[in-house]
């Protein structure tokens, strides 16, 4: 069997020594204006924070070093005015991640009561530490030295005392993984089988061992369930103690539910005033064939022990998707984001804001894209003041920029925008548009599609679509594997659709609405003429990629897939089978028990039991944590030669290593031209990858004939 693991090579194409080689009449290999180097590259802005004094604004900037293979984070600091460009005041670190997905963690700042200081965590010299930065830039200094990686933090006594939590030291955590290494690992319900045994992970930066921390895919470092202890670090010294009973932080706070029946609250707010406590209640609507779609009550009460919820009542506040809320200060209004699913402009972002006392709900601003406090996390909150929002704005072909909103009159300015030169040129290139169809069922999709750049052609143009969720600057969709911009330019018209919100208990329900998406948008493309419906190309990770496995062995629509995540297997289920709430949630979610439970179910859903089907050639870009529970239906596949399987080492669910993301995209970029223009790139460092995609082509030519490696029935 041939895996090759995804290494950044010279020769594989480095964006820094590619040398592109334009022929009369034939496209470059790669975009020349919109190139997957520039959207890797994008810096991403996120975690506002407002000072005491509403005059400044402090914000994090991140981005990738393809060379370095790392990311650089610094934080800035930036005067309201506008007047003059932010100040870069401190270095970041390496950006903290979740262990599980790989995705950057919010980061948050707090401000010193005086506005001297922004306080914040961060990995440097090899430990994560609370490091603080003066808001004029002039230092920044560690202010913990802890044998333990902090966990959190916050100001107490009017800002005289940093408190911060820590759970086992590094050296404590390093012996656990030696004794296991030397005495062997006893499998039990905490060990991600499917992922390796000793440090498997990249956990604060280091090769680590990791456990599951809940009964889904949570995972932490070993002896990540060790409680917080807190300790105090007074500022005046800079003296560590532990932290006395009084100074402890206060548990989180309780309230009566909306009602008896009601969902505990989702998110709280408290008045920093008066104690008057607002609250967010999960109320699911019932959707189409037993969905649900996603709602919340709005309510307020008027401290943390009444009984009696005031609700918002106005339309704009109810059965909506509701992710933030924040008092604004010194008034009575709730400042609450809106997530809508149903507007022209397909999945936006709004702020409204609620006035408790007169039960009147104005909207400050209403956005056609993301505007939150992150790029890369939709529920991450604007910073409020009591004049003004500070948000991260990005819609689907413009990428994130830091805006103030006038929390009066809704009037948004721009404070900073790092990356306007692409901002201008996709505009320019490659734009997207909303669009929206319905499949044959009546139910209405929406979508940003990026149009093909002609260059004097005037027949319809290859189609690539994934299917997921389409929110903020769409880089290449749900994971961000695929350069949409950058296939468009390359004549390859690219599509993200949203999934419709809320979702059937039914797996193939759930699975089949997106096959009966994609095939009803590419025929209402091709009726308008601008897409050819016999080159089509899918791809998608997670549930986008259960989507594109389903799409393609139960509909003919799709020429050539990527998949980049794992679909249900017996393997997948065999190694997570020891824990109870994974096997419930197998069974909500797909209605799958062990084989011998539900045979007629695995049948229907399992790639595995789909092989005789599956036509379409496929390239997998798996991680390397996800990969083995996968191979039950991957291995057959390239052994027929149809399809060619990519393992990144060290990625969890969604890559984040900036030489496997390049490698990633160029690739998606090759095998689509490849299959959906028959381009191929002269690199001669790629003549191997497309003698395999030339074999690949003439089996899918021709009958199949190898073994179709059924699972055992």
Known sequence: ??????????????????????????????????????????????????????????????????????????????????????????????????????????????????????????????????????????????????????????????????????????????????????????????????????????????????????????????????????????????KTREATPPEMPEPPVKIARLHRDASEPSK??????????????????????????PGFVLSMLSHAGARHHVECVADTCRDRAISDIAWRPGSDEVIFTETDYRRRMGRTQSLRAWNVRTGVVRPVVVSDGLLSGSQRYWDIPCA????????????????????????????????????????????????????????????????????????????????????????????????????????????????CINALPGASPDFIERHDQGRMAVESVVAHLSTEGLVDSTRVGMGGLSYGSEVTMWTVAHSDIVTAASISGVSATLTYYLFNSLRDGFRSGMQRSWQLGMLEETPERWREISPAFHLDRIRTPLLFQMPEQEYRMMLDYALPLVRREQGDLYVFPDEAHIKFQPRHKIAAYERNVDWFRFWLQDYKDPDPGKADQYRIWERMKRRAEGPITAVLDQPSR
């Open 384 to 495: 409020l003041s009591r004049d003004l929002l500070v948000c991260v704005a990005a819609e689907a072909d413009r990428p994130p920029r830091l805006e103030a909103i006038d929390l009066a009159t809704g009037d948004r300015r721009i404070l900073y925008a790092p990356n306007a030169g692409l901002d201008k040129d996709i505009a320019a290139t490659a734009p997207a548009r909303v669009i929206r169809w319905q499949d044959e069922q009546g139910r209405e999709f929406t979508g940003h599609l990026f149009e093909a750049s002609k260059q004097g052609e005037r027949k319809p143009s290859p189609l690539f679509v994934t299917y997921y969720d389409c929110y903020g600057f769409l880089r290449g969709g749900v994971g961000d594997e695929w350069p949409l911009a950058t296939l468009a330019e390359s004549g390859i018209a690219a599509l």
């Open 1 to 238: 069997m041939r895996i090759r693991l995804g290494l950044w090579l010279a020769s594989s194409g480095c964006a820094a020594l590619v040398v592109l080689i334009v022929v009369a009449g034939v496209r470059p290999a790669y975009a020349e204006v919109i190139s997957p180097r520039r959207l890797l590259e994008v810096a991403d802005l996120g975690n506002p924070a407002i000072s005491p004094d509403g005059r400044q604004v402090a914000f994090r900037v991140e981005q990738a070093s393809i060379e370095r293979n790392t990311y650089d984070t610094a934080w800035y600091v930036q005067d309201l005015s506008g007047d003059s460009p932010p100040r870069r005041v401190a270095d970041g670190g390496v950006p903290l991640r979740q262990h599980v997905n790989g995705q950057v963690l919010p980061s948050p700042v707090r401000w010193s009561p005086d506005g001297r200081w922004i306080y914040y965590r961060a990995r440097l010299d090899g430990r994560v530490s609370i490091w603080r930065a003066a808001a004029d830039g002039s230092r920044a200094e560690s202010v913990t030295f802890d044998a333990a990686d902090v966990r959190d933090f916050q100001l107490g006594d009017q800002g005289g005392v940093l408190l911060y939590s820590v759970g086992a030291t590094r050296e404590e955590v390093a012996a656990m993984e030696k004794r296991e290494y030397d005495q062997g690992v006893r499998i039990d319900t905490s060990v991600f089988i499917g992922a390796g045994l000793f440090r498997s992970a990249r956990v604060e930066g280091r090769a680590a061992t990791q456990r599951f921390t809940n009964d889904w895919f949570a995972t932490g470092p070993l002896m990540a369930t060790a409680p917080d202890r807190w300790r105090a670090v007074d500022l005046a010294t800079m």
């Open 268 to 293: 709280l707010a408290v008045h920093p005033d008066d104690g008057r406590v607002a609250a967010l209640t999960p109320v699911p609507s019932p959707g189409a064939g037993g969905s649900t779609r």
